[in-house]
């Protein structure tokens, strides 16, 4: 049987347990060094946890500003363009209240280094701070925001972007133009930082949520080249993300099986099972069907699985049936394309987007194949079908009013209505076991309303099924193959997703 295995996970596990030779000696996780930058009186240091993969980092030091720093700094260096990601929150009361934490891009690690950072101060001041050449003096911009705990900070060739966000809101953003020069080798160093703003105090924050990693670059061509994938499992509640494992290449939309011991994803053409327990990987048999997209579906109970994936004699997508446990496939749609999406709770149907005389639309079918029902009929674009639990609706994406929202109607297609109302474009409403939530992926005003590319700056969304009020769960660069399917876990807690980025 083929299997797939990642040097991901024991990486972490290995650089967590032994002290990094010619730094300073804390665990550093997945970063490669820690130092006590400008030599504070007090020393820092670092630990990282990895039942819940989370940072603690101490630090003293006068400050970061002016012409010299002094504060404690996690890092690993990186190059081209590339986004390190973290939330963060200082413990304690602290002391003075401008004791910072955040995330910076560094020269180097002299005291008078150029660097651009992204800081929260303990008073709630947020500000993109940098210096522009070593030995020069400190400039900053502003946020209004107030202590933000979620963090992020990217390089883009001469152009550095700080997003910040309160947990549950989109992102708030500025940019900067700056030629920051490397170090010999080419590289920044990048991470996490902490500094009291008092040479006799150590203060302490924790990050958690951490992501460092390479974007797509410049001249990279979609669905010709891939970059690495993480697949992540999030507490729907907390928001806190695990990294199950990693690929160099593509994994994407991963399932939950109604039994929670398992996800199901796709890559390569095949499908895959994950063991939550033991972490193995391993084909699924599909038989002949080795084409397989990402629009696969369990049944409620889920004792099959429907997939979707070329067909011999369009290479287009048809919409097949096979046992989850393995077997040959049973074709269900003749007409093709046909984009599966969503079983019926009572099992007897299916529902997928099927492209019809130039136009995209929502169909159902028999599980014994027949005739298709066209559900909705727009010159736009209508996609991700998907049955409530109950099966008293059918929740579904649609660029009909502009923008892509998410909207549902009533199994026959009658009363469909809009349920979300903003700029981002919203793809693949997914409902919880218990029917009470929706999970869906949100792209940014600047993707085409019709478009749900690979590797962009997107969110997860979340609302309940009483107010319809959409909050940000989890902020991750991903798209097309994050979450494409239903991917919530049994006790409806949890979702499984996947993230990209180049990952070394």
Excluded at 14 to 43: A, C, H, M, W
Excluded at 98 to 116: N, S
Excluded at 227 to 238: A, K, P, T
Excluded at 479 to 484: R, T, Y
Aim: proline share 5%.
């Amino acid at each position: 049987m083929k299997t797939r295995t990642s040097t991901f996970i024991f990486l972490l596990m290995i650089t967590s347990l032994f002290r990094l030779q010619g730094q300073d000696g804390p665990e550093t996780g997945f970063f490669s060094g820690y130092n006590n930058v400008g030599d504070p009186v007090l020393k820092g240091d670092a630990a990282y946890r990895a039942s819940d993969q989370s940072y603690l980092i101490s630090g003293a030091g006068t400050n970061i500003w002016f012409a010299e720093d002094q504060f404690s700094y996690l890092w690993k260096k990186m190059d081209g363009n590339f986004i390190i990601q973290a939330e963060v929150a200082f413990l304690g009361d602290g002391v003075d209240p401008h004791r910072k934490a955040g995330l910076m891009i560094r020269t180097g690690l002299e005291t008078d280094a150029a660097h651009v950072a992204c800081t929260v101060h303990g008073d709630g001041l947020t500000a993109l701070q940098y210096r522009k050449s070593r030995g020069a003096d400190m400039e900053e911009i502003q946020f209004e925001i107030k202590g933000p705990a979620v963090l992020q900070l990217e390089k883009h060739g001469n152009t550095f972007t700080m997003s910040v966000a309160h947990r549950g809101d989109l992102y708030a953003v500025k940019s900067l133009d700056l030629a920051l020069e490397s170090d010999a080798s080419g590289k920044f160093h990048t991470g996490l930082f902490v500094c009291s703003h008092n040479p006799e105090v150590v203060e302490e924050a924790r990050f958690h949520n951490v992501r460092v990693f390479g974007t797509q670059p410049d001249d990279f061509v979609q669905y010709q080249q891939y970059l690495g994938s993480l697949l992540e499992v999030m507490d729907v509640e907390s928001g806190h993300r695990m990294v199950l494992d990693a690929y160099e290449a593509s994994w994407q939309a991963p399932n939950w099986t109604p039994d929670g011991k398992t996800l199901i994803y796709n890559s390569d053409g095949l499908l895959f099972n994950y063991d939550l327990a033991s972490g193995n990987h391993c084909v699924l048999n599909t038989g002949k069907v080795t084409r397989n997209n990402n629009d696969h579906v369990l049944s409620f109970g889920g004792e099959y699985l429907a997939i979707s994936s070329a067909a011999e004699e369009t290479g287009q997508s048809a919409v097949f049936v096979v046992p989850t446990k393995g077997g040959e496939p049973r074709r269900i749609t003749e007409l093709t394309p046909s984009y599966l999406h969503g079983w019926s709770g009572d099992n007897k149907h299916l529902v997928y987007v099927g492209a019809r005389n130039g136009a995209y639309d929502i169909y159902k079918i028999s599980v014994d194949g027949g005739e298709e029902v066209r559900l909705t009929n727009e010159p736009t674009l209508d996609d991700g079908p998907e049955y409530s639990p109950d099966g008293k609706f059918i929740y579904f994406n649609s660029a009909r009013t502009g923008t892509m929202q998410i909207w549902r109607m009533k199994p026959d297609g009658s009363a469909q209505e809009q349920l979300t109302f903003d700029e981002q474009n919203d793809w693949f409403p997914h409902i919880s076991p218990d029917g009470k939530w929706v999970a869906f992926i949100s792209f940014p005003p600047d993707v085409p309303a019709g478009d749900h590319p690979f590797y962009k700056r997107v969110t997860l969304r979340l609302m309940s099924v009483e107010d319809w009020k959409p909050r940000v769960i989890g902020y991750l660069y991903g798209g097309q193959g994050s979450m494409n399917v239903p991917s919530w876990s049994p006790d409806s807690r949890k979702i499984a997703f996947v993230s990209n980025g180049i990952f070394d």
